[in-house]
């Protein structure tokens, strides 16, 4: 069976652009969250959606980060304008029903220069 | 406000001995608690999970943990270490109930020592 699939794997891309973000996740899986990793911070928790209705993007850091679910099978996070600050690896999971395992994607490494 | 604290941020064991990685949680509700596993440049993977059944879990791999109310514990074992157990472990707490935003500790980094 298919992961969740997360494109691109790696991005660099200099100050100022706008990044997308890409994921889709397992077919059937109900829930889908968003995760930023760096060393300082750890893992963190940037929005969660479920039935493709953000639940809580309490963990978006600003007005710069969005994300968006248009349909069961694909989800994006944007932002714009990136920062230095935002290089990070950034990934994605879903899972199948409320409290059920969370499967992670192999995540997006991202480079702000 | 769930919490959870990882004692540890590297931890090295011989090839064969005991694996001990210790995860203690905060939460103002029974918890949910995981176990994941990441390896270098993949996301992480499920190694187990408590869910309020039994208290001591099996989970792949050969790891189990053991969920200890009074302790606000949840270690995890493994009673004797491989080589392609090296990787960062990750502890996590949800509070369920339709709750599913999970909390993860800091990590612990394990070395296998041949």
């Known amino acids: 069976d298919a992961g969740v699939i997360q494109s691109p794997r790696h991005e660099v891309t200099e100050m100022g652009q706008e990044v997308t973000l890409r994921c889709k996740p397992i077919?059937?899986?109900?829930?889908l969250f968003w995760y930023r990793q760096t060393m300082m911070r750890g893992l963190e928790l940037l929005i969660y959606?479920?039935?493709?209705?953000?639940?809580?993007d309490s963990g978006m850091p600003e007005d710069r980060f969005s994300a968006k679910m248009p349909n069961a099978s694909f989800s994006t996070l944007k932002i714009q304008p990136s920062e230095p600050r935002d290089s990070a690896v950034y990934f994605c999971?879903?899972?199948?029903?409320?409290?059920?395992?969370?499967?992670f994607g192999d995540g997006t490494r991202l480079s702000i220069l | 406000a769930q919490s959870v604290t990882q004692l540890g941020s590297h931890v090295s064991v011989s090839e064969g001995a005991l694996v001990l990685l210790r995860c203690n949680y905060s939460?103002?509700?029974?918890?949910?608690l995981f176990w994941y596993v990441q390896y270098p440049n993949q996301g992480l993977q499920l190694l187990l999970k408590?869910?309020?059944?039994?208290?001591l879990v099996k989970g792949i791999n050969g790891f189990e943990a053991e969920f200890k109310k009074s302790e606000t514990s949840f270690h995890l074992t493994k009673p004797s270490a491989h080589m392609s157990d090296a990787a960062e472990y990750f502890c996590?707490?949800?509070?369920?109930?339709?709750?599913?935003?999970?909390?993860f500790g800091t990590g612990t980094r394990l070395t296998i020592i041949p």
């Open positions: 408590y869910t309020s059944a039994a208290t």
């Open positions: 999971a879903s899972s199948l029903a409320l409290m059920q395992p969370q499967h």
């Open positions: 959606f479920n039935n493709n209705v953000p639940i809580d």
């Open positions: 939460s103002s509700v029974p918890p949910y």
């Open positions: 996590a707490v949800s509070e369920g109930f339709g709750n599913e935003k999970l909390t």
């Open positions: 077919s059937g899986h109900n829930s």
